[in-house]
Protein backbone atom coordinates (compact mmCIF):
# COMPACT_ATOMS: atom_id res chain seq x y z
CA UNK A 1 0.00 0.00 0.00
CA UNK A 2 2.48 2.11 1.02
CA UNK A 3 4.49 1.65 -2.85
CA UNK A 4 0.97 2.53 -4.37
CA UNK A 5 0.66 5.73 -2.53
CA UNK A 6 3.98 6.58 -3.27
CA UNK A 7 3.52 5.93 -6.99
CA UNK A 8 0.87 7.76 -6.95
CA UNK A 9 2.64 11.11 -5.08
CA UNK A 10 5.35 10.83 -8.11
CA UNK A 11 3.05 10.73 -10.53
CA UNK A 12 0.63 13.38 -9.38
CA UNK A 13 4.31 15.61 -9.40
CA UNK A 14 5.08 14.71 -13.38
CA UNK A 15 2.00 16.20 -14.46
CA UNK A 16 1.92 19.21 -12.61
CA UNK A 17 5.82 19.56 -13.80
CA UNK A 18 4.04 19.57 -17.56
CA UNK A 19 1.60 21.42 -16.96
CA UNK A 20 3.78 23.89 -15.73
CA UNK A 21 6.17 23.63 -19.08
CA UNK A 22 3.10 23.65 -21.46
CA UNK A 23 1.73 27.48 -19.65
CA UNK A 24 5.41 28.39 -20.48
CA UNK A 25 5.92 27.65 -24.16
CA UNK A 26 8.39 29.97 -26.53
CA UNK A 27 5.08 31.33 -28.26
CA UNK A 28 3.20 32.97 -25.41
CA UNK A 29 2.24 36.50 -25.30
CA UNK A 30 4.08 38.71 -23.10
CA UNK A 31 3.17 38.39 -19.13
CA UNK A 32 0.77 40.89 -18.27
CA UNK A 33 2.16 44.19 -17.38
CA UNK A 34 5.59 45.56 -18.43
CA UNK A 35 7.38 47.98 -20.64
CA UNK A 36 5.77 48.71 -24.19
CA UNK A 37 7.16 47.46 -26.67
CA UNK A 38 7.48 48.74 -30.16
CA UNK A 39 7.83 45.86 -33.00
CA UNK A 40 7.53 47.77 -36.05
CA UNK A 41 7.02 51.84 -38.05
CA UNK A 42 6.29 51.86 -41.35
CA UNK A 43 5.43 55.49 -43.68
CA UNK A 44 2.63 55.48 -45.85
CA UNK A 45 3.46 56.50 -49.50
CA UNK A 46 -0.02 55.85 -50.68
CA UNK A 47 -3.32 57.68 -49.16
CA UNK A 48 -5.27 54.91 -47.83
CA UNK A 49 -3.75 52.42 -50.77
CA UNK A 50 -1.71 49.73 -48.69
CA UNK A 51 -0.24 48.68 -52.34
CA UNK A 52 2.21 51.40 -52.27
CA UNK A 53 3.08 51.63 -48.36
CA UNK A 54 6.92 50.87 -48.06
CA UNK A 55 9.14 49.91 -44.77
CA UNK A 56 10.40 52.76 -43.12
CA UNK A 57 14.02 53.52 -44.00
CA UNK A 58 14.68 57.15 -43.39
CA UNK A 59 12.31 57.16 -39.93
CA UNK A 60 14.92 56.22 -37.19
CA UNK A 61 13.26 57.88 -34.41
CA UNK A 62 9.30 58.58 -32.98
CA UNK A 63 8.12 59.88 -30.02
CA UNK A 64 5.50 58.00 -28.30
CA UNK A 65 2.97 59.64 -25.66
CA UNK A 66 0.52 57.82 -23.66
CA UNK A 67 -3.08 57.96 -21.67
CA UNK A 68 -5.24 56.06 -20.32
CA UNK A 69 -8.85 55.83 -22.04
CA UNK A 70 -9.74 58.50 -20.06
CA UNK A 71 -7.57 60.59 -21.58
CA UNK A 72 -5.26 61.36 -19.22
CA UNK A 73 -1.54 61.37 -18.82
CA UNK A 74 -0.24 57.51 -18.58
CA UNK A 75 1.49 56.55 -15.35
CA UNK A 76 4.68 58.71 -14.36
CA UNK A 77 6.36 58.32 -17.55
CA UNK A 78 4.00 59.09 -20.36
CA UNK A 79 6.23 60.10 -23.13
CA UNK A 80 9.04 58.39 -24.47
CA UNK A 81 11.30 58.21 -27.73
CA UNK A 82 11.98 55.03 -29.44
CA UNK A 83 14.76 54.70 -31.46
CA UNK A 84 15.78 51.67 -34.41
CA UNK A 85 18.62 50.21 -33.89
CA UNK A 86 20.63 47.12 -34.88
CA UNK A 87 16.83 46.27 -36.38
CA UNK A 88 14.85 46.76 -32.78
CA UNK A 89 12.82 49.65 -32.04
CA UNK A 90 14.03 50.45 -28.02
CA UNK A 91 13.23 53.17 -25.21
CA UNK A 92 15.51 54.41 -22.57
CA UNK A 93 12.32 54.97 -20.22
CA UNK A 94 9.15 53.30 -22.00
CA UNK A 95 5.81 53.13 -20.47
CA UNK A 96 4.75 50.50 -18.16
CA UNK A 97 1.63 48.98 -19.18
CA UNK A 98 -0.38 47.75 -16.58
CA UNK A 99 -4.26 48.62 -17.80
CA UNK A 100 -5.51 50.24 -21.22
CA UNK A 101 -3.02 52.54 -22.51
CA UNK A 102 -3.71 55.25 -25.85
CA UNK A 103 -0.91 55.60 -27.80
CA UNK A 104 -0.22 58.32 -30.11
CA UNK A 105 3.24 58.60 -32.14
CA UNK A 106 4.95 61.62 -34.56
CA UNK A 107 8.10 62.14 -35.95
CA UNK A 108 10.45 64.18 -35.83
CA UNK A 109 10.97 63.50 -32.17
CA UNK A 110 9.86 66.15 -30.06
CA UNK A 111 10.52 67.57 -26.82
CA UNK A 112 7.15 67.57 -25.50
CA UNK A 113 3.24 66.83 -26.05
CA UNK A 114 0.42 69.67 -25.35
CA UNK A 115 -1.86 67.48 -23.86
CA UNK A 116 -5.79 67.97 -24.25
CA UNK A 117 -8.79 66.45 -22.20
CA UNK A 118 -10.34 65.55 -25.13
CA UNK A 119 -7.77 63.95 -26.75
CA UNK A 120 -6.34 65.74 -29.12
CA UNK A 121 -2.74 66.31 -27.79
CA UNK A 122 -0.54 68.38 -30.29
CA UNK A 123 2.56 68.95 -30.90
CA UNK A 124 4.68 72.47 -32.50
CA UNK A 125 5.53 72.38 -36.03
CA UNK A 126 6.92 74.74 -38.19
CA UNK A 127 6.31 75.42 -41.83
CA UNK A 128 8.73 77.83 -44.73
CA UNK A 129 9.53 80.23 -41.61
CA UNK A 130 12.09 81.85 -43.10
CA UNK A 131 10.48 84.90 -44.84
CA UNK A 132 8.13 81.82 -46.55
CA UNK A 133 11.34 80.76 -48.76
CA UNK A 134 13.05 77.47 -48.98
CA UNK A 135 15.58 76.11 -51.04
CA UNK A 136 14.89 74.17 -54.59
CA UNK A 137 14.71 70.53 -52.29
CA UNK A 138 13.25 71.24 -49.37
CA UNK A 139 16.58 70.43 -47.43
CA UNK A 140 15.44 72.38 -44.14
CA UNK A 141 11.70 71.65 -43.92
CA UNK A 142 10.77 68.37 -41.58
CA UNK A 143 8.55 65.92 -43.12
CA UNK A 144 5.89 66.08 -40.01
CA UNK A 145 3.97 62.38 -39.86
CA UNK A 146 1.70 61.25 -37.09
CA UNK A 147 0.59 57.32 -35.98
CA UNK A 148 -2.25 55.59 -36.59
CA UNK A 149 -3.09 51.84 -36.23
CA UNK A 150 -1.75 49.44 -39.76
CA UNK A 151 -4.72 47.99 -39.50
CA UNK A 152 -7.75 50.91 -38.76
CA UNK A 153 -5.65 53.41 -40.27
CA UNK A 154 -6.65 55.81 -37.15
CA UNK A 155 -5.48 56.73 -33.92
CA UNK A 156 -4.37 56.20 -31.46
CA UNK A 157 -3.45 52.72 -31.07
CA UNK A 158 -4.00 50.52 -28.14
CA UNK A 159 -2.12 48.58 -25.75
CA UNK A 160 -3.31 46.52 -22.76
CA UNK A 161 -1.39 44.79 -20.00
CA UNK A 162 -1.48 41.69 -22.30
CA UNK A 163 -0.76 42.88 -25.26
CA UNK A 164 1.95 45.41 -24.73
CA UNK A 165 3.37 45.13 -28.37
CA UNK A 166 2.70 47.41 -30.61
CA UNK A 167 3.38 48.70 -34.54
CA UNK A 168 2.52 52.45 -36.61
CA UNK A 169 2.36 53.33 -39.64
CA UNK A 170 3.09 56.94 -40.14
CA UNK A 171 0.95 59.31 -42.57
CA UNK A 172 2.42 62.90 -43.62
CA UNK A 173 0.77 65.68 -42.82
CA UNK A 174 2.42 68.07 -45.17
CA UNK A 175 1.87 68.06 -49.14
CA UNK A 176 4.66 67.90 -51.40
CA UNK A 177 4.88 70.08 -54.29
CA UNK A 178 7.69 69.24 -57.30
CA UNK A 179 8.12 70.81 -60.29
CA UNK A 180 9.98 69.55 -63.54
CA UNK A 181 10.91 72.76 -65.42
CA UNK A 182 12.51 72.12 -68.81
CA UNK A 183 13.76 74.96 -71.51
CA UNK A 184 11.81 74.73 -75.29
CA UNK A 185 13.80 73.96 -78.25
CA UNK A 186 14.21 77.29 -79.35
CA UNK A 187 16.37 78.00 -76.31
CA UNK A 188 18.89 74.65 -76.99
CA UNK A 189 21.64 76.79 -77.67
CA UNK A 190 21.43 79.49 -73.96
CA UNK A 191 22.14 78.94 -70.49
CA UNK A 192 19.34 78.82 -68.69
CA UNK A 193 19.69 78.76 -65.10
CA UNK A 194 16.44 79.20 -62.03
CA UNK A 195 17.32 81.04 -59.72
CA UNK A 196 13.71 81.47 -58.00
CA UNK A 197 10.66 80.42 -58.31
CA UNK A 198 7.41 81.97 -56.62
CA UNK A 199 4.32 80.04 -55.80
CA UNK A 200 0.96 82.17 -55.88
CA UNK A 201 -1.88 82.20 -54.72
CA UNK A 202 -4.93 84.66 -55.79
CA UNK A 203 -7.08 83.64 -52.64
CA UNK A 204 -4.62 82.99 -50.02
CA UNK A 205 -4.51 79.28 -49.54
CA UNK A 206 -1.15 79.04 -49.13
CA UNK A 207 -0.01 78.43 -45.59
CA UNK A 208 3.25 79.04 -43.34
CA UNK A 209 4.53 80.36 -40.40
CA UNK A 210 4.66 78.36 -36.98
CA UNK A 211 1.79 75.79 -35.65
CA UNK A 212 0.92 72.55 -34.21
CA UNK A 213 0.09 69.08 -35.38
CA UNK A 214 -2.84 67.04 -34.00
CA UNK A 215 -1.52 63.33 -33.28
CA UNK A 216 -5.08 62.21 -33.61
CA UNK A 217 -5.93 63.34 -37.17
CA UNK A 218 -2.36 64.99 -38.19
CA UNK A 219 -4.21 68.61 -39.11
CA UNK A 220 -2.04 71.71 -38.69
CA UNK A 221 -3.77 74.50 -37.03
CA UNK A 222 -2.43 77.98 -36.12
CA UNK A 223 -0.07 78.47 -39.57
CA UNK A 224 -0.65 81.61 -41.22
CA UNK A 225 -2.30 81.97 -44.42
CA UNK A 226 -0.53 83.73 -47.26
CA UNK A 227 -0.30 84.41 -50.93
CA UNK A 228 2.74 83.30 -51.95
CA UNK A 229 5.81 80.88 -50.87
CA UNK A 230 9.09 81.82 -52.43
CA UNK A 231 11.94 78.93 -53.40
CA UNK A 232 15.11 80.19 -53.96
CA UNK A 233 18.70 79.44 -53.94
CA UNK A 234 20.66 82.05 -56.37
CA UNK A 235 23.98 80.04 -55.31
CA UNK A 236 23.13 76.71 -56.40
CA UNK A 237 20.65 77.56 -59.18
CA UNK A 238 18.82 74.62 -61.34
CA UNK A 239 20.46 74.44 -64.67
CA UNK A 240 17.73 73.56 -67.29
CA UNK A 241 17.29 71.17 -69.63
CA UNK A 242 15.36 70.03 -73.04
CA UNK A 243 14.36 66.67 -71.15
CA UNK A 244 14.04 66.34 -67.87
CA UNK A 245 12.15 63.04 -66.57
CA UNK A 246 12.22 63.75 -62.52
CA UNK A 247 11.46 66.54 -60.78
CA UNK A 248 14.00 69.13 -60.03
CA UNK A 249 12.67 71.09 -57.73
CA UNK A 250 10.63 69.99 -54.51
CA UNK A 251 9.44 71.23 -51.52
CA UNK A 252 7.07 70.12 -48.43
CA UNK A 253 4.43 72.67 -47.55
CA UNK A 254 0.71 72.83 -45.62
CA UNK A 255 -2.17 71.52 -46.89
CA UNK A 256 -4.10 74.50 -48.75
CA UNK A 257 -7.51 75.72 -46.72
CA UNK A 258 -9.62 75.18 -49.51
CA UNK A 259 -9.55 74.80 -53.52
CA UNK A 260 -7.25 77.66 -54.97
CA UNK A 261 -8.84 78.85 -58.30
CA UNK A 262 -5.93 81.41 -58.91
CA UNK A 263 -2.95 79.08 -58.36
CA UNK A 264 0.20 80.43 -60.40
CA UNK A 265 4.09 80.14 -60.55
CA UNK A 266 6.40 83.17 -61.43
CA UNK A 267 9.84 81.72 -62.04
CA UNK A 268 13.45 83.74 -62.57
CA UNK A 269 15.72 82.64 -64.75
CA UNK A 270 19.11 84.00 -65.14
CA UNK A 271 20.28 83.55 -69.11
CA UNK A 272 23.97 82.91 -70.40
CA UNK A 273 25.42 83.85 -66.88
CA UNK A 274 24.02 87.30 -66.15
CA UNK A 275 23.97 88.57 -62.35
CA UNK A 276 20.79 87.05 -60.50
CA UNK A 277 19.29 90.44 -60.13
CA UNK A 278 19.30 91.08 -63.20
CA UNK A 279 17.36 87.73 -64.27
CA UNK A 280 14.25 87.32 -66.46
CA UNK A 281 11.17 86.82 -64.54
CA UNK A 282 8.28 84.83 -66.60
CA UNK A 283 5.13 83.52 -65.57
CA UNK A 284 2.33 80.57 -65.85
CA UNK A 285 -0.84 81.08 -66.59
CA UNK A 286 -3.43 80.32 -63.43
CA UNK A 287 -4.83 77.09 -62.59
CA UNK A 288 -7.00 75.16 -59.85
CA UNK A 289 -5.87 72.98 -57.08
CA UNK A 290 -6.25 72.09 -53.73
CA UNK A 291 -3.39 70.71 -52.65
CA UNK A 292 -4.03 67.78 -49.27
CA UNK A 293 -1.50 66.03 -47.17
CA UNK A 294 -0.04 63.46 -48.11
CA UNK A 295 -0.20 63.65 -51.68
CA UNK A 296 2.78 64.31 -54.52
CA UNK A 297 2.07 66.88 -56.77
CA UNK A 298 4.00 67.33 -59.96
CA UNK A 299 3.77 70.47 -62.41
CA UNK A 300 5.82 70.77 -66.03
CA UNK A 301 7.03 73.77 -66.82
CA UNK A 302 8.31 74.69 -70.08
CA UNK A 303 10.45 77.79 -70.21
CA UNK A 304 12.19 80.03 -73.20
CA UNK A 305 13.53 83.12 -73.76
CA UNK A 306 10.29 85.01 -74.06
CA UNK A 307 8.34 83.41 -71.68
CA UNK A 308 6.91 80.05 -69.49
CA UNK A 309 3.95 77.91 -69.69
CA UNK A 310 2.80 75.64 -67.74
CA UNK A 311 1.85 72.31 -69.86
CA UNK A 312 1.19 69.50 -67.41
CA UNK A 313 0.04 68.85 -64.16
CA UNK A 314 0.32 65.42 -62.69
CA UNK A 315 -1.05 64.45 -59.07
CA UNK A 316 0.84 60.98 -57.65
CA UNK A 317 0.33 59.35 -54.20
CA UNK A 318 3.31 60.07 -51.82
CA UNK A 319 6.22 57.96 -53.36
CA UNK A 320 9.80 57.46 -52.76
CA UNK A 321 11.85 58.06 -56.11
CA UNK A 322 15.98 57.06 -55.81
CA UNK A 323 16.82 59.78 -58.78
CA UNK A 324 15.09 62.60 -56.09
CA UNK A 325 16.95 64.10 -53.42
CA UNK A 326 16.45 61.86 -50.22
CA UNK A 327 17.40 64.45 -47.50
CA UNK A 328 13.24 65.59 -47.52
CA UNK A 329 12.11 62.81 -45.47
CA UNK A 330 10.74 60.79 -47.99
Request: charged content about 15%.
Amino acid sequence: MKNRKAHKGTMGAVLLLAALFTSCGADDPLPAGGPLRLTGVEVETGEGSAATRAAVTTVEAISVYATTEAHVAYGSNPFSEYRLQNNSWSADAAPVITANALLYACHPPVAGVTHQADGNHTVPVSVMTTAGATDFLATDQPDYLYGVSPASGLAPVTATSGARAVSFRMKHALAKVSFRIVKSASANKDKLELVQIEIQSGTSRLQSGTGTMNLKTGVLNGLSSTSLLTLADAARPVVLKEQQATPNVSCLTAPMTGKETVLSFRLKVRINGESAENAHAFETKSVSAEWKAGYHYVYQITVDKMGGSLSSVKIDDWKSDANQNTSIGI
